[in-house]
T-cell receptor, first 111, second 118 residues
Framework: SQKIEQNSEALNIQEGKTATLTCNYT??????LQWYRQDPGRGPVFLLL???NEKEKRKERLKVTFDTTLKQSLFHITASQPADSATYLC??????????WGAGTKLIIKP | GAVVSQHPSWVICKSGTSVKIECRSL??????MFWYRQFPKQSLMLMAT?????????EQGVEKDKFLINHASLTLSTLTVTSAHPEDSSFYIC??????????????FGPGTRLTVL
């Protein structure tokens, strides 16, 4: 089956450091991947979309990479802040415009 | 831009009653809307996909007679949970996408509706 895999364990990072989250996919080659942030009791918020022909994309302190050889996308938050604490979801869209989600990684930024 | 709202943000109802949840795209026309449910500490589960003016497409295992979806206009979709039972208690989230947006492949999510059935 076509899977999106994220590390389901919480990631604890010291404030000011760079947080790196991983999204791996198997059995297919998505044309692009999307990253979302979800806070408890809230809907996901779109952050970045990276296409297979883009190696890297940036938005303020966020950076996403896409390695089609490794079948992996990395999501980086530089100069992390406690307000960055949330669950980060990786997703791809199938041909029916339906999102296929990873399980999400909970990021905790410690002051 | 690309704001999606949901109403109500939370609702408590008695078992056996019906509850309607509204999803609106505020600043764009949503050609497609999606309804998800999410249980605590779990991923979002797609319930159904709807296009304006046509019947919704339900995912396997989702009862279409229990979860009625109406996508009456390009800015409004409603989900009605009929004869709600405690096991229907969940977090319901809608999202919208549009061919008119810059990133046509992106879904924009509402803030979610917490349904509690007593």
């Amino acid at each position: 089956s076509q899977k999106i895999e994220q590390n389901s364990e919480a990631l604890n990072i010291q404030e000011g450091k760079t947080a790196t989250l991983t999204c791996n996919y198997t059995n297919y080659s998505p044309a692009y991947l999307q990253w979302y942030r979800q806070d408890p009791g809230r809907g996901p918020v779109f952050l970045l979309l990276i296409r297979e022909n883009e190696k890297e994309k940036r938005k303020e302190r966020l950076k996403v990479t896409f390695d089609t050889t490794l079948k992996q996308s990395l999501f980086h938050i530089t100069a992390s802040q406690p307000a960055d604490s949330a669950t980060y979801l990786c997703a791809r869209m199938d041909s029916n415009y339906q999102l296929i989600w990873g399980a999400g990684t909970k990021l905790i930024i410690k002051p | 831009g690309a704001v999606v709202s949901q109403h109500p943000s939370w609702v408590i109802c008695k078992s056996g009653t019906s509850v309607k949840i509204e999803c609106r795209s505020l600043d764009f026309q949503a050609t497609t809307m999606f309804w998800y449910r999410q249980f605590p500490k779990q991923s979002l589960m797609l319930m159904a996909t709807s296009n304006e003016g046509s019947k919704a497409t339900y995912e396997q295992g989702v009862e279409k007679d229990k979860f009625l979806i109406n996508h009456a206009s390009l800015t409004l979709s409603t989900l009605t949970v009929t004869s709600a039972h405690p096991e229907d208690s969940s977090f319901y989230i809608c999202s919208a996408s549009s061919v008119g947006l810059r990133d046509t492949d992106t879904q924009y999510f509402g803030p979610g509706t917490r349904l509690t059935v007593l």
